[in-house]
C-alpha cells in the first residue's frame, strides 16, 4: 500500500504532464463582408477571416484558447463556443446581453477560455440577430496526446458542415418579419460544406469527399442551419455513431443520422462499396404544418480509385415528415458509460422544474394584422436587455433582470390537445431562475400546441446535460419517471422536444455564471423562446466567477 507522500507525489505528477501537455492556442478573427457568387444569388455575406464556413479552431482536451476578434463590419458581433462549458468563464460565452455586449464596428475583444475535460466536435457561430446563418465553423477537440479514442482510430478525418442559404440578406429577412409580425421567409437552399450542389440548379458544383476503398474515415458532422432539423444520408453507405455533442457514445449503425441546429455528430465511414460516385444528401425534418425549406443539399462521396466517369449511385431520403425515423435515431443514443467516460448523472434532484415552450399571439400595433408571432418558456416571452445580464449580475445593477422565472407553468392546461383552448397571449418580461452552486437540476420540457406542435431543439448553455426520458404527449409526472434512464443516457448540450412531446434533462449546476436556454431554432430564439439560469458562487475561488476581462466590450 503506498504512503500518502507517495500517493501525493503520483498525484502531482500526474497534473504536471496534463498541464505539461496543455496548450495556448491563439487565433484570429476578422468579422468581415465578403461577395460570393457560388449559391443561388450574387451578394455580400458576413464572414470571418473571409470564410464560409469560417475557419475550424483546433485544439486538444485541457487546452486554453485565445481568439482575437476584430468587428471590421457594420453589424454589431459576437461569438458563441457552442457546446464549450466555459467553466468560470462566462464572460467569453457570446450570446449579445446575456454575457456580455456586442462587439460594435471597429471594436475588439479576446474571447479567453480552457478546453476543461472536453473532447470531440462543437461548433462556434455568432449569437446576434440571424448572423450565424454565414458567421459559424468548426471546433475540433483532440483528446490529451497519449490518449486514444475509445473506437479504432479512423484513417482520415472529415469535416461535414450544414448550413441554410436565404438569396436576400438574413438580416433584412428577420428585420422585415419583426416590422411585419409575420414568420420570416423560410431559406432557400441548404448547403454542404457552403455549396448547395448541381441538383438545385444554383451555380455550385457541390463538396466532394474523397475516399479509398477499404478505408475508414471519421466525420465530424454540425449542423449550423438557422431553423431546420436536416436528416443526413450517403448512399449505398452506413455510418457508425460514436459521439454526439463532444460526448462519446456507445456505437450504434445508422443509414441516416438526424441532427436539430447546433447538434453535432461523430461518425465512422468504411469505404466499402464498388468504386463509382455516391449522392450525399441533407434534407429537412418537419412532421407539422409549419412551412419548411424542403430543398435537398447535395454532395457527393467519390472513390478515388475510380478510373471513369462513374454514374451516380443514390438512395431514397426520408420524407419530410419521418417522425419515425428522427425519433428512432435519439433512441438508440447511449452515453458510453465506461471506466474513463462515465455517466455522472445525478441522482438527487435539487430543483424539479417543468417548462412548457411553444409559440404564442401578441398585440403588435404596428404590424400588419395588429399582432406578431412571440416564442415563450411557461408563458414568458424573453425581452432583451440593453446590458449584458452577467455584468448586471457581477456588478449588482437593479433594474436589469429579476430572479422570478417560474418553475412550472402559472395556470396549466392541455398543453398538446389539438384544440387547445389557451391563451395565445404571453407575459413578457427579462426573468432568471435561480440555482445554488452545486445544486442538482431535472427540468422537463414540455412542448405545446397553442399555435401549432413544432419540435424544438433547446440548448443549455455553460453545462452538458443527460438526457433521462422523452415522450409524446403530456408528460405524465406519475408515470414517465419510472422511465426514465439513469444509467447511460446520453450526454448533450442540444437536445431535440419532440413535436406534441416531452423530454427531460438533468444537470448538475457547478458552473457559477449566467447561462442562456434557448430554443436553436433562431426563428424562435428571436421571438422570445429563451430564458437563463444564474448560479451562485460556492465557496472558495475556484467555484467562484473569474472578474471580467478589461476589454469587455460596453453598451
Not at 114 to 130: E, P
Not at 392 to 414: E, Q, R
Not at 515 to 523: G, K, S
Request: charged letters at 15%; a neutral charge; glycine letters at 8%.
Amino acid at each position: 500500500m503506498a504512503s500518502s507522500v507517495q500517493l501525493t507525489l503520483l498525484l502531482l505528477a500526474l497534473a504536471f504532464l496534463v498541464l505539461a501537455d496543455a496548450k495556448i492556442r491563439r487565433y484570429k478573427f476578422d468579422v468581415v463582408m465578403k461577395n460570393t457568387t457560388k449559391l443561388c444569388s450574387t451578394k455580400s455575406i458576413v464572414t470571418v477571416n473571409g470564410k464560409f464556413p469560417g475557419p475550424t479552431l483546433y485544439a486538444r482536451e485541457d487546452d486554453q484558447v485565445i481568439v482575437n476578434l476584430t468587428n471590421h463590419v457594420n453589424y454589431n458581433v459576437t461569438i458563441h463556443w457552442h457546446g464549450v462549458k466555459q467553466l468560470r468563464t462566462g464572460w467569453s460565452d457570446g450570446p449579445a446581453y446575456i454575457t456580455q455586449c456586442p462587439i460594435q464596428p471597429g471594436g475588439t475583444f479576446i474571447y479567453n477560455f480552457t478546453l476543461t475535460g472536453q473532447r470531440g466536435t462543437l461548433l462556434w457561430h455568432a449569437h446576434i440577430s440571424w448572423l450565424r446563418a454565414t458567421v459559424h465553423g468548426a471546433i475540433v477537440i483532440l483528446p490529451r496526446h497519449r490518449v486514444a479514442y475509445p473506437f479504432p482510430r479512423p484513417h482520415k478525418e472529415k469535416i461535414i458542415i450544414f448550413g441554410e442559404w436565404w438569396k436576400s440578406d438574413v438580416e433584412a429577412v428577420i428585420n422585415q418579419s419583426t416590422f411585419t409580425g409575420l414568420p420570416p421567409n423560410v431559406s432557400d437552399a441548404h448547403t454542404i460544406n457552403g455549396q448547395s450542389g448541381p441538383l438545385l440548379g444554383c451555380n455550385s458544383p457541390g463538396y466532394t469527399l474523397h475516399v479509398e476503398s477499404g478505408k475508414t474515415y471519421m466525420l465530424r458532422i454540425i449542423n449550423a442551419a438557422l431553423n431546420d432539423e436536416l436528416f443526413f444520408k450517403i448512399a449505398g453507405h452506413t455510418l457508425t455513431v460514436i459521439e454526439v455533442d463532444a460526448s462519446y457514445t456507445k456505437p450504434f449503425s445508422a443509414d441516416t443520422l438526424f441532427l436539430g441546429p447546433g447538434q453535432t455528430t461523430n461518425a465512422l465511414l468504411t469505404a466499402d462499396q464498388s468504386s463509382g460516385k455516391y449522392l450525399i444528401t441533407i434534407s429537412p425534418f418537419m412532421d407539422t404544418i409549419v412551412t419548411v425549406d424542403n430543398v435537398t443539399g447535395t454532395a457527393f462521396l467519390h472513390y478515388n480509385d475510380t478510373t471513369s466517369s462513374p454514374s451516380l449511385v443514390s438512395d431514397k431520403i426520408p420524407p419530410v415528415n419521418a417522425t419515425s425515423v428522427a425519433l428512432g435515431f435519439s433512441d438508440n443514443l447511449r452515453s458510453l458509460n465506461s471506466r474513463d467516460y462515465p455517466a455522472n448523472v445525478p441522482l438527487r434532484v435539487d430543483h424539479s422544474l417543468f417548462f412548457t415552450i411553444g409559440v404564442g399571439i401578441n398585440p403588435c400595433e404596428t404590424c400588419i394584422n395588429n399582432t406578431k408571432a412571440v416564442g415563450d418558456i411557461n408563458n414568458v416571452s424573453f425581452v432583451m436587455p440593453t446590458i449584458g445580464i452577467l455584468q448586471a449580475h457581477y456588478y449588482n445593477i437593479s433594474g436589469v433582470f429579476t430572479d422570478d422565472f417560474p418553475g412550472k407553468p402559472l395556470i396549466p392546461f392541455n398543453y398538446t390537445a389539438n384544440n387547445s383552448t389557451a391563451n395565445m397571449r404571453t407575459m413578457n418580461g427579462t426573468k432568471a431562475y435561480r440555482l445554488a452552486y452545486n445544486s442538482t437540476v431535472q427540468l422537463v420540457i414540455q412542448g405545446t400546441s397553442v399555435i401549432a406542435p413544432e419540435s424544438h431543439p433547446t440548448h443549455l448553455h455553460g453545462f452538458n446535460f443527460f438526457v433521462i426520458g422523452k415522450g409524446v404527449g403530456n408528460f405524465d409526472p406519475l408515470n414517465d419517471p419510472k422511465k426514465f434512464n439513469l444509467v447511460d443516457p446520453v450526454e448533450r448540450n442540444t437536445v431535440s422536444v419532440p413535436t406534441a412531446g416531452w423530454t427531460a434533462i438533468r444537470f448538475r449546476a457547478d458552473n457559477p455564471g449566467v447561462w442562456f436556454f434557448h430554443c436553436h431554432l433562431e426563428v424562435h430564439t428571436s421571438w422570445g423562446l429563451k430564458m437563463v439560469f444564474l448560479v451562485e458562487n460556492g465557496k472558495g475561488p475556484n467555484e467562484t466567477l473569474l472578474p471580467p476581462p478589461s476589454d469587455l466590450p460596453k453598451c
